[in-house]
């Protein structure tokens, strides 16, 4: 489909999608909207930047509001009916923001219970009545655990960043999660690689599920240029330093796993007096 008007999607959603000025669906867009709004399950391989969230936010909305529109709304407390998991609070918040421009006229409650947050404050993001939770796995589950979110009428997960959620260690979590919701759940994994975790939640949770990979998901973009260096027994600063000494146009930006990896190579860098700022969560 060249056009989001040609999605089956709700009037409220068309008029967002308006109001934001989409018209043209990427190729994930065009590709795993029509399955998830058939109700399939899928995995859906995809470059970053390639549009996979909205892929996903708007048939979640539309099959909800459907549910509403019929005559079953939610009425229980602390009990979503999609539940989208996410590797990192960053991530999350992200994905919050991609949900609420399209929420305002589907009048649909969104909320998040994410890593790095109190627990107190987890608890009271997810009272009341509401229909999509975003979620880290980790504290999902203590939720879930406690009794305080319960996942039994959830019609819809799905795996954002799977690859990265899932190397991560969160397989276990994964697993718990999926088992705390119905069994005929619908199942969307969205990822940019497909790493051996990510096959192995496959094989468990969608063996049955639609496979999709858009023409780029094996590519970087394409004004990109990589190099990779070989690191010996962990030494990785001075390679760092050796490829900060090379002249370039601009500045520099380095991406480190954990918030504590970035504070620990800024110290680094200020030692080797290199004037750098931190942008973390």
Same mark, same amino acid.
């Given at each position: 489909? !060249?056009?989001?008007?040609?999605? /089956?999607?709700? $009037?409220?959603?068309?008029?967002?999608?308006? #109001?934001?000025?989409?018209?043209?669906?990427?190729?994930? $867009?065009?590709?795993?909207?029509?399955?998830?709004?058939?109700?399939? !399950?899928?995995?859906?391989?995809?470059?970053? =930047?390639? +549009?996979?969230?909205?892929?996903?936010? @708007?048939?979640?909305?539309?099959?909800?509001?459907?549910?509403?529109?019929?005559?079953?709304?939610?009425?229980?407390?602390?009990?979503?009916?999609?539940?989208?998991?996410?590797?990192?609070?960053?991530?999350?918040? $992200?994905?919050?923001?991609?949900?609420?421009?399209?929420?305002?006229? &589907?009048?649909?409650?969104?909320?998040?219970?994410? =890593?790095? &947050?109190?627990? /107190?404050?987890?608890?009271?993001?997810?009272? +009341?009545?509401? #229909?999509?939770?975003?979620?880290?796995?980790?504290? @999902?589950?203590?939720?879930? #655990?406690?009794?305080?979110? /319960?996942?039994?009428?959830?019609?819809?997960?799905?795996?954002?960043?799977?690859?990265?959620?899932?190397?991560? =260690?969160?397989?276990?979590?994964?697993?718990?999660?999926?088992?705390?919701?119905?069994?005929?759940?619908?199942?969307?994994?969205?990822?940019?690689?497909?790493? &051996? $975790?990510?096959?192995?939640?496959?094989?468990?949770?969608?063996?049955?599920?639609?496979?999709?990979? !858009?023409?780029?998901?094996?590519?970087?973009?394409?004004?990109?240029?990589?190099?990779?260096?070989?690191?010996?027994?962990?030494?990785?600063?001075?390679?760092?330093?050796?490829?900060?000494?090379?002249?370039?146009? +601009?500045?520099?930006?380095?991406?480190?796993?954990?918030?504590?990896?970035? /504070?620990?190579?800024?110290?680094? @860098?200020?030692?080797?007096?290199? !004037?750098?700022?931190?942008?973390?969560?």
């Amino acid at each position: 489909m !060249s056009s989001f008007s040609e999605f /089956d999607l709700l $009037q409220s959603l068309q008029l967002s999608l308006k #109001e934001k000025g989409l018209a043209v669906p990427t190729e994930v $867009q065009q590709r795993a909207i029509p399955l998830l709004l058939k109700g399939r !399950s899928l995995v859906a391989v995809s470059e970053t =930047g390639s +549009g996979k969230t909205l892929a996903f936010a @708007l048939p979640i909305l539309h099959m909800l509001k459907k549910l509403e529109n019929d005559g079953t709304p939610v009425t229980a407390e602390g009990s979503p009916r999609a539940v989208v998991m996410v590797p990192t609070r960053e991530l999350g918040e $992200q994905v919050s923001k991609v949900f609420k421009p399209f929420t305002h006229t &589907t009048r649909l409650r969104v909320r998040t219970v994410l =890593g790095g &947050t109190a627990l /107190d404050v987890a608890k009271r993001n997810v009272s +009341g009545c509401f #229909e999509v939770l975003v979620a880290t796995p980790g504290r @999902l589950v203590k939720l879930v #655990e406690r009794r305080i979110v /319960d996942l039994s009428d959830v019609r819809i997960l799905v795996f954002d960043e799977a690859d990265q959620m899932l190397d991560q =260690g969160f397989l276990p979590d994964a697993n718990l999660i999926a088992g705390a919701c119905p069994e005929k759940r619908q199942i969307g994994l969205f990822s940019a690689t497909i790493s &051996t $975790q990510v096959e192995k939640l496959i094989q468990s949770l969608l063996a049955d599920a639609e496979m999709i990979r !858009s023409e780029g998901s094996h590519r970087v973009v394409a004004t990109l240029a990589t190099e990779n260096r070989t690191v010996s027994d962990g030494k990785r600063f001075p390679i760092l330093e050796a490829v900060l000494k090379q002249k370039v146009k +601009g500045g520099t930006i380095i991406f480190t796993n954990t918030r504590e990896q970035c /504070d620990t190579l800024a110290v680094e @860098l200020a030692k080797q007096n290199y !004037s750098c700022v931190v942008y973390r969560g």
